[in-house]
């Protein structure tokens, strides 16, 4: 069935509260948003891309309250239209289509590559090296956040020791690590990751062209 809206808003307000880590901080880093636990009868998975681009609505990296409250009222509106069972699927369509029309141009592209690196950025302290300096690193915890938030082992068949081993060779070839320096071994460069998703956004506007979302129904989709 459906939910009152209050209800939802009390349900997210205390999971907020659960998986903030950090009571000084006024938002959710990626690492808590992806520890949200919706009641079981409504079927909100946060770990889809699709989603936090569309919950973080400033695209600041951050997921604050706000944040939360408003993807809560547009479920909630959502909830109206569809049976219960395909609540989940629908409501990522609609974060998906409203996410294509944001970075099916360059200027979108370029956007969502930056939003990336914040995600990255905001959820954890950033390392830095002697050998390397003024290049951000980050651990690779976040990677595999990274890894499974783009669905790269479905989409492309890896393993996520693989892919962090690619993004370090890309690390070494840029010239921006050596892999031989132990202190690296579990780190990447944080301008790696975001050419990784240069090219994962790169494929997802050519596949949407390819089921016909073309630019010329950018603005006719609500």
Known sequence: GSFSLDYLKQICSSEYERVLTDKER??????????????????????????LYF??????????LEDLMNYVGFCHEKQ???????????????????MWQNVCTEEGEDDFVAWIGRLLYENENIA????????????????????ELLNVKSTHG???????????????EEGLM??????????????????????????????MNQLGFGPNLRHSIV
């Not at 919950?55 to 604050?64: M, S, V």
């Open 178 to 207: 050596s892999i031989e320096q132990e202190d690296m071994d579990d780190y990447v460069p944080i301008t790696i990751c975001q050419k990784f998703a240069r090219y994962f956004i790169k494929g997802f506007v050519k596949l």
């Open 80 to 98: 109206k239209y569809y049976k219960p069972h395909e609540i989940q699927s629908m409501l990522q369509g609609a974060c998906t289509l409203m």
């Open 55 to 64: 919950l973080d609505e400033d695209k600041d990296g951050r997921f604050t």
């Open 158 to 172: 890896v393993e996520f020791q693989k892919f962090f081993d690619l993004l370090q060779h890309a690390g070494e």
């Open 26 to 51: 006024d938002y959710l880093k990626l690492s808590e948003v992806l520890q949200l636990k919706p009641p079981e009868d409504i079927t909100i998975n946060f770990n889809h891309i699709g989603t």
């Open 128 to 147: 830095y090296f002697e050998s390397r300096p003024g290049v951000p690193f980050i651990r690779r915890y976040t990677i595999l956040l990274l890894f």
